[in-house]
Structure formats: C-alpha cells, structure tokens
C-alpha cells in the first residue's frame, strides 16, 4: 500500500505518522483490493486512539503497564489509555431490580446448555488434500442416499463406511453438548431437528459427516438466582460501552481532526 496517495492524519495539530496508519490497516477489514477502505478505517482508529493519548497528557495520566497473561504487558500507550478510560468512565451500579426485568422480561433465554443424542458416519480424510477430499465426498454422497432410503441400516453403514472409532457402535456417539465436537460439527447439530438424518454430507476438518439426531434436549430454563451475575455482568459491559461512545463523541467534537472521517461520531 503506498500510504502517501492517502492524506496526512493531524489530531489537534499533531500528524500521525503515515508508518503508524499503514501499520493499522492490518487490523482493519476491507474487500480484496479496496486499500482506500482500510486505509479509511484505520485512519479513523488512530485518530482517536490519539485523542485518548492527547487525553492522557492533558489529565497527567501516569499508568504503569499491566500484565495481559504470562510473559505479555500493554504496551506504555494501551497503559495510557487504559488509564484514561478508568479516569472519565464510570458505571453506576446495576440495580437488583433492574437486573430482575431484565430476566423477567423473557426468562427461556436463559437456560442449560443442550444437549443432543447423536450419532454419525466420518469419511475422514485432509480438506487440504484435493483428491482424498474429492473421493471422500463421493462416497459420503453415496452412503447419505442410502441412509436415506433405508433408516434402519444407518448403523451397519457406519460400520462398514465409518472412519470414527464410534463405528464400533454402529456411530452412536452418545450425549454430547456444546464445545464437544468441532465448531463446523455442532452448527449441524444446531440445525438438524430431531429424528432425522443430515440431508447432505457436513464437511469439517476431519471430513465428511452423515450426522442423525437422536434426540434434541434443550437446556431448562434457569432461576433468577443462577443467571443474575451474568445478567449484571453484561449489563455493565453495555453500560460501559455506551459511556466510551459518549466519551469519544466528546472528545472528536472538541477536536481538530484532519485526514480521517470522524463523520459517525456526530452529535
């Protein structure tokens, strides 16, 4: 990307480096070949996160850099404007009450995990590999319409086809729940209502699956008491969030930004 077809990014007279933009755009999303877009982004979130550091001289921040996990610190800036953040946010406590309507207002969001009787037939092979992949589809293919027209022959097929150790068992995998099997696997689950067997092979990392539901269980209804630290949690989270969008709204509408479109910060 040659960053000086794009114009200078200057926060309240200082000009951000084009290195610093450029360096952004990897972090943006844009459409293959359209580098005005991240550029535009990018520019946008620099701006502000030089707003913020602006913030933080202004106010006399001094914070020392945290530790993220084992062996990673926030760099000397992200200390900044964390310490910024902590300065001009504050959430007000989320009241019993409020949390109890909003659980009230529809409580069968809140449940137990599912849990789904499962059981299917792998034609295993590397997605990566062309001709095994193309091969093992074939055949999944085949033995779907044979599940398919007969039922009840599902589990011999998947002692004959199967390349799962739960061919042993006729492909019965047994109870599983959410976060037990590959994310591709568990969105067929999701999907596949119970009695019925995948109407097309289900590719995943390990192959092609002929998936049948045994039978869907879907999670009880939790008590108040259970979900409401969750519930406060997330309520705080979006309270905070929206006092950061009412902070950077402040702070872009004080401000002389030249080099980026600040446009969806309007008042």
């Known amino acids: 990307m040659n960053?000086?077809?794009f114009p200078d990014l200057i926060v309240n007279g200082e000009t951000v480096p084009h290195a610093a933009v450029?360096?952004?755009?990897?972090?943006?999303?844009?459409?293959?070949?359209?580098?005005?877009?991240?550029?535009?982004?990018?520019?946008?979130?620099?701006?502000?996160?030089?707003?913020l550091l602006q913030e933080a001289a202004r106010l006399g921040i001094c914070a020392a850099p945290a530790e993220l996990g084992a062996g990673r610190h926030e760099s000397r800036e992200e200390a900044l404007i964390r310490g910024v953040l902590?300065?001009?946010?504050?959430?007000?406590?989320i009241a019993d009450a409020d949390i109890h309507a909003h659980w009230a207002r529809d409580p069968s969001r809140f449940r137990a995990p599912p849990l789904w009787e499962v059981a299917h037939i792998l034609m295993a092979c590397d997605p990566r590999d062309a001709a095994r992949r193309a091969s093992a589809?074939?055949?999944?293919?085949?033995?779907?319409?044979?599940?398919?027209?007969?039922?009840?022959?599902?589990?011999?097929l998947a002692r004959d086809h199967s390349d799962c150790p739960s061919a042993a068992q006729g492909g019965v995998l047994g109870q599983i729940g959410p976060?037990?099997?590959?994310?591709?696997?568990?969105a067929a689950l999701r999907a596949l209502p119970e009695g019925q067997i995948s109407a097309a092979p289900v590719p995943?990392?390990?192959?092609?699956?002929?998936?049948?539901?045994?039978?869907?269980?879907?999670?009880?209804?939790?008590?108040?008491?259970?979900?409401r630290p969750k519930i406060r949690a997330a309520m705080e989270r979006a309270a905070w969030v929206r006092q950061a969008r009412i902070l950077t709204q402040e702070l872009v509408q004080a401000a002389d930004i030249r080099g980026a479109d600040m446009s969806q910060f309007a008042a």
């Not at 450029?22 to 877009?37: D, M, R, S, V």
């Not at 539901?213 to 008491?225: K, N, Q, S, T, Y």
């Open 3 to 5: 960053a000086r077809l």
């Open 22 to 51: 450029a360096a952004e755009t990897q972090h943006q999303q844009a459409p293959k070949g359209k580098p005005g877009i991240a550029w535009r982004k990018a520019a946008t979130a620099m701006a502000i996160r030089t707003l």
């Open 86 to 93: 902590e300065a001009r946010i504050t959430v007000a406590k």
């Open 137 to 156: 589809l074939a055949l999944a293919t085949s033995v779907t319409a044979r599940a398919h027209g007969a039922p009840g022959s599902f589990a011999s």
């Open 179 to 186: 976060g037990d099997s590959v994310p591709e696997f568990e």
């Open 204 to 227: 995943s990392r390990h192959g092609f699956h002929i998936i049948r539901m045994d039978r869907a269980i879907e999670g009880a209804v939790l008590p108040f008491e259970t979900v």
